[in-house]
C-alpha cells in the first residue's frame, strides 16, 4: 500500500490540470467541436498520466487483497475483497457525475432570474432571453472533491499503514 499513499495525492492534483483542460477547450475550439492538434496531445498526456496514476492505486489495492486473503477459504474470501473494493471506487462517480447540474449555477440574460430547470430555461426564452452558465458545476465539485481527498488522506494514512504492517495472521479467518 506504499505505492497507494504515493500515487494517491498525485491523482488527486490531476484534478487541477483536467479542470485547465476543460476550462481551455471552450477557448480553444476553431469552429463547434473542432480543437487543434495540441489540444488533443495535451489531453492524451493528462489521460495517461491520470491512468498511471489510477492503476498504481487498483494494482496496490489487488496486491494487499491477495496479501490478507486466506487460503484456506480460497477465492471466495479474494472475490469478496475484490466486490467490495470495486463498490467502493465505482459508486462515487457516478455520484459525481449526478450532482454536476445541481451545482451548476445559470441566470437568464433578459432578467438574471435562475435558469436551474427546464421550466426556468423555456420562461427565459419566452421573455428572449438565453440562460448562460455562471458557475460550472464541474469546478465546484473539484474544488470540493480535492478538499476532502486530501483531509481524507492525510486522516486515513496512518490506518492504512497500520493495516498494511499487520501480520499476516491478523488477517486469516479463526478456526473452531
Known sequence: MDIYLKAFPCRLLMS???AGLVYMANHVQTEPGVFPAYFYL???TFYALHQVT???MFVSGMAMSAKVSDPA???SYMTLLNTVNNLGG???ATIALWLVESLTI??????????????NAEICTEKGGTCSTKIDG???EIAFCLVVGFIWYFNRRSTINRLQNLKADHWKVPRQ
Open 106 to 119: 445559470k441566470t437568464c440574460s433578459s432578467d438574471n432570474s435562475s435558469c436551474s430547470d427546464a421550466v
Open 42 to 44: 495535451i489531453t492524451i
Open 90 to 92: 465505482n459508486w462515487p
Open 138 to 140: 464541474y469546478y465546484i
Open 73 to 75: 477459504i480460497g477465492g
Open 54 to 56: 489510477l492503476y498504481c
Open 16 to 18: 487541477i490540470p483536467y
